[in-house]
């Protein structure tokens, strides 16, 4: 079995909470640990230790994946909250992520990311966000609806000269959810841009141009739900499968 690291999720203490009040939790969403759980892979989640320990267990598995969440904190990339302060993110989570994907880009381990993992991607190669989308760029488009969620979609715009073109040759009109508000304004370094947000071009998907192509990428949108979209949108398992080849 391939051993996939998936970098946990956290929700922190909260008394009123009935259920370990008092605890910080590390998680995995139900839907992306179903995804991840197909023939030959096994997801392991990767708690939050002290980094000796942390090293320890990383050095054991084949791959990462870095799941969605809460923002990414302005601090991370060298920017104070906009809107006093209305989008501190997680500097706690970003930290923990970071150490993990240092690793695994410094030992060559296959990477994907997913929403919030494909924005710390690109942080972690020295690029920077939006903040908020509709706030710092007022001709977008609307990127996340608490009320639709999974069932917001969009088309994108797949490059022709990147890996997504083969995976997905067949779609003409490929169609995406959109469950985000903040998204990538400066790109990082050595990243090349795989596909784009047909009516706002912002950015969808990328791949690190390091290695070889595929083997540290990254996607905007969750193909963890795209199974019970309402709307035709893009098959969900090729991505995953090439991730799953490399590992």
């Given at each position: 079995m391939k051993k996939i690291g998936v970098a946990s999720a956290f929700m922190y203490p909260e008394p009123e909470r009935l259920v370990f009040g008092k605890?910080?939790?590390?998680?995995l969403e139900k839907d992306m640990g179903r995804y991840l759980s197909q023939a030959g892979a096994m997801p392991i989640l990767i708690p939050d230790l002290e980094d000796k320990e942390l090293n320890q267990f990383i050095s054991e598995l084949d791959g990462f994946v870095f799941q969605g969440g809460t923002d990414i904190a302005p601090k991370t990339y060298g920017e104070e909250p906009i809107e006093d302060g209305?989008?501190?993110g997680d500097p706690v989570r970003d930290a923990y992520e970071l150490k993990i994907m240092n690793y695994a880009i410094d030992n060559n381990k296959p990477v994907f990311g997913i929403c919030r993992g494909f924005q710390l991607m690109n942080v972690h190669f020295g690029g920077t966000l939006y903040q908020d989308i509709n706030t710092q760029l007022a001709e977008s488009i609307v990127h996340r609806d608490a009320e639709l969620y999974d069932q917001?979609?969009?088309e994108i715009k797949i490059i022709s000269s990147g890996i997504l073109a083969e995976l997905y040759a067949d779609e003409k009109f490929p169609i995406v959810n959109s469950v985000?508000?903040?998204?990538?304004?400066?790109?990082?370094?050595?990243?090349?841009i795989l596909a784009e947000s047909m009516d706002d071009q912002i950015i969808e998907a990328?791949?690190?141009?390091?290695c070889e192509l595929g083997k540290v990428m990254g996607v905007q949108w969750h193909p963890e739900f795209l199974y019970n979209s309402k709307e035709r949108v893009i098959e969900a398992n090729s991505i995953y499968h090439l991730f799953l080849d490399f590992c």
């Open positions: 605890k910080t939790l590390c998680y209305k989008w501190k917001l979609n969009h985000h508000h903040q998204g990538v304004k400066d790109l990082g370094n050595n990243l090349d990328f791949a690190w141009n390091k």
